[in-house]
């Protein structure tokens, strides 16, 4: 998963790999400060140029419970802008949709919203 950039939550202050509050600095990692701030996040998936359509769309209603339509507009879009998020929720809700995705020889990560 990728690092990200500081965003201010409330009197929290996130940055790269840290957590500031009052003052006091702790090192985490990117997932401990997303789900000790209970942050809501979003399932990105890259596009590849081995999956066939039909592969991500299956893959997209079995493991994102995607409608067929939904699917196909995400591949679509996947396909025409390089990435698309596929779904929202928690850290906790996204991890194993995530590692589903990745096995399957997809490219994905998740990224607080």
């Known amino acids: 998963m990728?690092?990200?950039c500081t965003t201010f939550v409330g009197k929290r202050?996130?940055?790269?790999?840290?957590?500031?509050?009052?003052?006091?600095?702790?090192?985490?990692?990117?997932?401990?400060v997303?789900?000790?701030?209970?942050?809501e996040c979003k399932l990105i998936l890259y596009n590849d140029?081995?999956?066939?359509f039909d592969y991500v769309i299956e893959l997209l209603m079995d493991i994102c419970e995607h409608t067929l339509e939904?699917?196909?507009q995400c591949a679509l879009i996947?396909?025409?802008?390089?990435k698309?998020?596929?779904k929202e929720g928690s850290y906790e809700d996204l991890l194993p949709r995530c590692?589903?995705?990745?096995?399957?020889?997809?490219?994905a990560e998740i990224l607080p919203i």
């Open 78 to 82: 996947v396909h025409y802008s390089g």
């Open 49 to 52: 140029d081995v999956n066939t």
């Open 13 to 32: 202050i996130l940055k790269k790999d840290m957590l500031l509050i009052n003052h006091q600095e702790q090192t985490l990692t990117d997932t401990d």
């Open 2 to 4: 990728s690092n990200f």
């Open 34 to 39: 997303l789900v000790a701030l209970g942050e």
């Open 70 to 72: 939904q699917a196909q």
């Open 84 to 86: 698309c998020p596929v």
């Open 99 to 107: 590692s589903k995705l990745l096995n399957a020889g997809l490219t």
